[in-house]
C-alpha cells in the first residue's frame, strides 16, 4: 500500500464511529453489521467497498447482494453517489437477479433451456391444479371429497417448505425424515416410553400413529412437488427458488464454475 492509500483509508476512518470501522478496517473474511433503522448501515457497508478499492480490489470484481429490491437500489443510488465513476461498476443485485443473471448467461452449463422463464403466477396455479386432478389416490392432501382443490393453499405452501429446505430428491426427503426431531427420532422415543408405561400403551399409540401419518402426508407432498418439477420444467418455466437452488447447487458441485463467477 502507498503512503498515499494509507492516507485515504485513514480519512475515511476519521468519520466512522468504533463499530464502524472494525467493519472497514477488517476487509478479509466475513463481517456482520447488525444496527438499528437509521443508524449507519449502509454508510458502512458504503466505506468498506471505498476501503476495498484503495486496497486494489477491483470494483467489477465486487458482488454486493440484498434480499430486496428497495434495498438493492438503494444500494446502487448511493454507490452513484458515493463512490467516483471510475469505481462505481460494482456488481448489485437482488439474490434472485444474481441468480437469474447466471442462468441467463450459463444456461448451458447449467443444463437449463436458455429460453427458461419466471412462472406467472396465473401458471403455476394451472400447473398445480393440474397435478391435483392427476394424482387420484391421495389421501391426506384430497380428502375432501366435495372440493378437490381445497387443498390447494397447502400444497402450494408445502411444495414451497420442500424447496426452501432443498429437499429435491427422495434421498433427501428420507434423511430428513430419519433425522428430523419431530419425526422418526420421536417415534423411537415414544416407543421406548411406551414399553416402559404399560398403563398408557393406548395414548402413547395413539401419538405415534399421528407422526407417522404426518409422515405419510410428507411424502404424499413429495409426489405433488415432483409432478409439479416435471411440469414446469417441461414447459419451460422456473420459478423464484428454483432460481436460488440451481445457482446454489452448482456452486456446491462445481468449484471450477463458481471461481469463473
Ligand atoms: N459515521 C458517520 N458519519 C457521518 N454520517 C453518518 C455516519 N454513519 C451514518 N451516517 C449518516 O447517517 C444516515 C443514515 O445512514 P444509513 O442510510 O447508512 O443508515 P442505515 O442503517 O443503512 O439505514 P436503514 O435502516 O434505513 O437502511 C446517512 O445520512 C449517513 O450518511
Ligand atoms: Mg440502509
Avoid at 456482520?32 to 467497498?49: E, F, H, M, S
Avoid at 450459463?106 to 401458471?123: M, T
Avoid at 417415534?187 to 401419538?207: G, Q, V, W
Wanted: proline residues 2%; contains cysteine.
Amino acid at each position: 500500500m502507498t503512503v498515499n492509500t494509507v492516507r485515504e483509508i485513514d480519512k475515511i476512518l476519521e468519520k466512522l464511529n468504533n463499530e464502524q470501522k472494525k467493519c472497514v478496517e477488517n476487509l478479509d473474511g466475513k463481517f456482520l453489521v447488525l444496527a438499528g433503522p437509521g443508524t449507519g448501515k449502509t454508510y458502512t457497508v458504503i466505506k468498506r467497498l471505498q476501503a476495498m478499492i484503495l486496497k486494489g480490489v477491483e470494483p467489477e470484481r465486487i458482488l454486493c447482494m440484498t434480499y430486496s429490491r428497495a434495498g438493492a437500489d438503494e444500494m446502487k443510488k448511493r454507490v452513484l453517489e458515493e463512490l467516483d465513476e471510475n469505481n462505481n461498476n460494482i456488481e448489485i443485485h437482488t439474490f434472485h437477479s444474481f441468480c437469474n443473471k447466471i442462468i441467463g448467461e450459463y444456461a448451458e452449463e447449467l443444463d437449463v433451456s436458455s429460453n427458461i422463464q419466471l412462472i406467472p403466477d396465473s401458471i403455476k396455479r394451472a400447473l398445480l391444479k393440474d397435478c391435483i386432478d392427476e394424482i387420484d389416490d391421495a389421501q391426506y392432501y384430497k380428502s375432501d371429497k366435495a372440493n378437490k382443490y381445497s387443498c390447494f393453499d397447502s400444497i402450494s405452501t408445502g411444495i414451497e417448505y420442500l424447496k426452501k429446505y432443498r429437499i429435491n430428491s427422495l434421498k433427501k426427503l428420507e434423511e430428513n425424515i430419519n433425522s428430523d426431531n419431530d419425526w422418526i427420532p420421536a417415534i423411537k422415543e415414544l416407543e421406548n416410553e411406551r414399553d416402559f408405561k404399560p398403563n398408557k400403551r393406548k395414548d402413547y399409540e395413539a401419538h405415534i400413529q399421528k407422526i407417522k401419518d404426518k409422515i405419510s402426508k410428507v411424502k404424499e407432498l413429495y409426489r405433488f412437488y415432483e409432478l409439479y418439477k416435471e411440469k414446469m420444467e417441461y414447459e419451460g418455466y422456473i420459478d423464484y427458488d428454483d432460481m436460488i437452488n440451481y445457482i446454489l447447487e452448482k456452486f456446491e458441485i462445481d468449484p471450477v464454475f463458481t471461481q469463473k463467477i
